[in-house]
Every structure is written in C-alpha cells, then in structure tokens.
C-alpha cells in the first residue's frame, strides 16, 4: 500500500512539475528558466527535481511532448461531434489563446533542442497525412469543394508553415494576422458557398 501511495504521489509530482516547466517556458523562454527556478516555483528540492527529470533538456521534452498529447486528445474528442468547420474554428481559438501568453524566445530557444525539434517535425509529418482526410471529409460533408486535387493540397500549407517558421514571421506578425492573410486565404479557395457562410460568420 505504502508503494502505491508513493508512486501515485510521484506521479502526481510529475504532472505538476511539468505544468509548472511549461508555463515558464513559455512565459520567460526556456534560457531564461533554470531548474531552481522550477524547484522554487513548486516548493520542492533541487534534488527531487532531478530525481525525476535528470536535466533541463529532459524536463523540457517531457513538458513539450506532454502539452501536445493532451492537445491532441482534445481536439480529438471535439472532432467527434462537430464538423470540419466547427473544428476549424475551433483549433483558431486554441491556437489564438496560446499565441498570446506563449513569448516568442520560447519558440527561438526550441530550435536549440535537436530532440525537440525531430519530434515536433515528426508531428508535423503526421498532421500533413491526416490533414488529406480532413479535407475529404469536408468535401462530403459540402463545405470543401469537389474540384480540388486534396492530394496536393496539403503542400501548399506545409510550405506556407514552414516559410513562417524559416522567416520568423512569428515574431513580427500577430498568429491573427497571420492566419488571415497566409492561411485564411487559400482556405476560402476552396471553400463552397456554404463554407463561405460558415467563415463570413466566424471572428477571426
């Protein structure tokens, strides 16, 4: 018993420490953030910190690659019963709210994690091959038109994400106008009429 209360309590720790890291992070950039910091912050010994998390880099992944799980699980459960333009709305707000307490340095200082950097292009990877899917679901549910090549689409906005991210417009555009102007864009093109309405009513 005495062991399960112990793991639950380290497991429990594990998760606080996380959210804590992360929340740095993003608010002062990951440079900026030391282990005592984090240590501090949670009112818990230097030493415990490494006992769970052996270095910074570590922390750091374990941070990154757990707020994108449960984002995803999260889109996920609202994809079920909602359409692709709820959906789409829906992963605007998301993404607008985080733009807004996330500090640009933290997205500067990723790029120095190679660790990091390979799992958010593996994510990247895999968003591209069910982004095809999405699309043809839009197409039967009459918000996407049928006269688009849905297996070349998906470049277009890979290469529109990957010239912001190699410009660094990030860091002199707002994430709003740059969904308006780079992504809004080239999703109203193939839109049908009924897609059209859907945006025309939509804040962005």
Known sequence: MQ???????????????????????TEKGIRAVKMDDIATVLSISKRTLYELYTDKEELVFQSITRYYKNRMEVQKNYAVDHN????????????????????????????KYPRIVSYLEEKHHQSNENLRSFLLRGVEEGYFRKDINYDLLPNLFDAIERHIQSKGLYRDYSFRDLFSNLLLVPLRGFCTEKGLKVLEKAEF
């Open 3 to 25: 062991e399960i209360k112990e793991t639950s309590y380290r497991n429990s720790l594990r998760d606080k420490i996380l959210e804590a890291a992360l929340k740095a992070f």
């Open 84 to 111: 692709v333009m709820d959906i789409i709305i829906y992963a605007y707000g998301l993404q607008a709210k985080e733009s807004q307490v996330v500090c640009m340095q933290f997205y500067t200082d990723i790029q």
